[in-house]
């Protein structure tokens, strides 16, 4: 294992050299415990992980591992122009694949030593760590995935006010600006009725003050949109899966959810009534216990 340095700025981020890449993380509660990784989605950096869900599944007996992806926060940021909407849309100009994002997560594990784990990833964090799963199954104990879909563009799709809304967004330029523009998104995407703007400020601001790059975004975005059809790979998968959705998500409807666990042998579904495309803290509880529920009927069986 290559020697963890840490993140001046950030003491409890240390980062991790793999892959010609370093990629910033944070560990929670004692390594010997089982391992529960957290995959964020497209743009988002690990802070979006709440501090009371890591250290509730601590409080569970697990060791809990969150990251920044490629292109996000602490971590490497890519050398490489980011795509235009066009290139996007027709799959051009892509930098690198879901493929080498789940390489990137399965190189931090290893990193830390860690063979066989928990694995739980939502948005495009789940597209990495169904990935990960059909690459490797035999080091995935269960698999939670939320919030997203298996790469068929005849599920999850978003609604088109979303479409409309993520066209004409612009970047912001300053820090105010990325709040203002954080609340803006979370209550076109979100759920109206847990909508916590003090929170979502808060957030926004640190992850303008860990980094602010948005071509980042841009090219995870372009490896979203490659992406294969997972479709019928899953429906080999034998890792316990737990399948969690709100019902009201506008980015990745239900849909993609529903076909995800009627895909995958055995996956267990969890619907939210009234739940959008975030984690707000009056839901954090709600996913960890989902989780916890999950992983406990697999130990008593």
Not at 60 to 83: C, K, M, Y
Not at 128 to 141: H, V, Y
Not at 197 to 202: K, L, V
Request: hydrophobic share 40%.
């Amino acid at each position: 294992m290559t020697d963890t340095v840490p993140f001046p700025a950030w003491p409890s981020v240390k980062v991790a050299p793999v892959r010609g890449i370093e990629l910033a993380y944070e560990t929670f509660g004692n390594n010997s415990d089982p391992t529960i990784l957290l995959v964020m989605g497209l743009g988002t950096q690990m802070i979006a992980w709440p501090d009371e869900m890591c250290e509730a599944l601590v409080s569970e007996g697990f060791h809990v591992v969150r990251f920044d992806n490629r292109d996000a926060g602490l971590s490497t940021f890519i050398d490489s122009p980011p795509p235009s909407i066009s290139d996007i849309v027709m799959r051009r100009k892509v930098a690198y694949s879901i493929d080498d994002m789940a390489a990137d997560a399965f190189a931090l594990v290893d990193h830390l030593g860690i063979d066989r784990f928990h694995l739980a990833g939502t948005s495009m964090g789940g597209f990495i760590s169904q990935t990960m799963t059909l690459n490797s199954p035999e080091r995935i104990k269960s698999l939670c995935l939320s919030m997203t879909s298996t790469g068929s563009k005849r599920v999850g799709r978003p609604t088109p006010n979303v479409i409309r809304q993520m066209a004409s967004a612009k970047p912001p330029t300053n820090r105010q600006g990325a709040m203002d523009e954080a609340i803006e998104n979370w209550r076109f995407l979100g759920t109206p009725s847990r909508l916590d703007e003090p929170r979502i400020r808060e957030l926004a601001g640190i992850a303008w003050d860990r980094n602010h790059d948005p071509a980042g975004r841009l090219r995870q975005l372009g490896a979203i949109m490659a992406q294969p059809d997972r479709t019928k790979a899953l429906r080999n998968l034998k890792v316990p899966t737990l399948v969690v959705h709100g019902l009201e998500d506008p980015l990745v409807s239900v849909t993609g959810g529903l076909a995800l666990a009627k895909a995958i042998p055995g996956a267990t579904f969890i619907g939210h009534h009234g739940a959008g495309h975030d984690l707000p803290r009056s839901m954090w509880r709600e996913l960890t216990d989902d989780m916890i529920r999950h992983i406990a009927a697999l130990n008593a069986g």
